[in-house]
């Protein structure tokens, strides 16, 4: 079975643009998450979406937003690009509240 | 102070080591402790799930959990190269005290295990 699948892998913008992070989670998952990791760090809670439904957002700005779609796959959108923003930007699925999450490999985004 | 503390590293150790890995907490809510393994430019793969309390095992792998001193461990035994990686301990609490199912993690401890 296919793990946590996120596009694209890598993406450089820049200072003031807007970017669109895509996750697939895990057949049958129905809840994803976000996490932003910089460098050197754990990664960071951002969002969580069980069946649709926003369940938890993490101290991220307001440019920050995400949505769950009908087939449980979600989007992180990011407007007003700021440098800070450079980090890898990771997916997580589980089939509930209080299960184990897995991660997919993340995408990782340059900004310039 | 963070919520989850966690020696960054460097540790390195020789081929067959017994690997010790630790975090300690401040939030008493948490109730659900993981650890995860993760490969430079990969994400956090899931190495151990407890839930509250006690230890569990898993292979070449352990993990001890101590709510009352709010330390969790992971033990690594007969470590090989391929161990070599970043190791992330995380925590949450129940969705029904209402913190949600986000994990928060410690910074990471690097590993480097040699021949």
């Known amino acids: 079975d296919a793990g946590v699948t996120q596009s694209p892998t890598h993406l450089i913008k820049t200072r003031g643009q807007h970017v669109t992070l895509r996750c697939s989670p895990i057949?049958?998952?129905?809840?994803v998450s976000w996490y932003q990791q910089v460098l050197g760090q754990g990664p960071q809670f951002i969002f969580q979406y069980y069946e649709k439904e926003e369940r938890g957002r993490g101290n991220f700005p307001d440019r920050f937003s995400a949505r769950q779609f009908p087939n449980y796959s979600s989007e992180l959108n990011v407007n007003a690009l700021l440098l800070g923003d450079s980090a890898l930007y990771l997916c997580?699925?589980?089939?509930?509240?209080?299960?184990?999450?897995?991660f997919g490999d993340g995408t990782r985004l340059s900004i310039l | 102070q963070k919520e989850v503390e966690q020696d960054p590293g460097p540790l390195s150790v020789p081929e067959g080591a017994i690997v010790s890995l630790n975090c300690t907490y401040s939030?008493?809510?948490?109730?659900?402790f993981m650890w995860y393994r993760q490969y430079s430019r990969k994400g956090p793969e899931l190495l151990m799930y407890t839930y509250s309390s006690g230890n569990k095992e898993d292979g070449r792998f352990t993990a001890q959990v101590d709510k009352s001193s709010k330390y969790i461990s992971l033990f690594i035994r007969d470590s090989q190269p391929s161990d070599s990686a970043t190791y992330l301990c995380?925590?949450?609490?129940?969705?029904?005290?209402?913190?949600?199912?986000?994990?928060?993690f410690g910074t990471g401890t690097q590993l480097k295990v040699e021949l």
């Open positions: 057949s049958g998952h129905k809840s």
């Open positions: 997580a699925s589980s089939s509930g509240e209080n299960q184990p999450q897995h």
């Open positions: 939030n008493s809510a948490f109730q659900y």
């Open positions: 995380a925590m949450s609490s129940n969705i029904l005290t209402g913190g949600g199912n986000k994990l928060t």
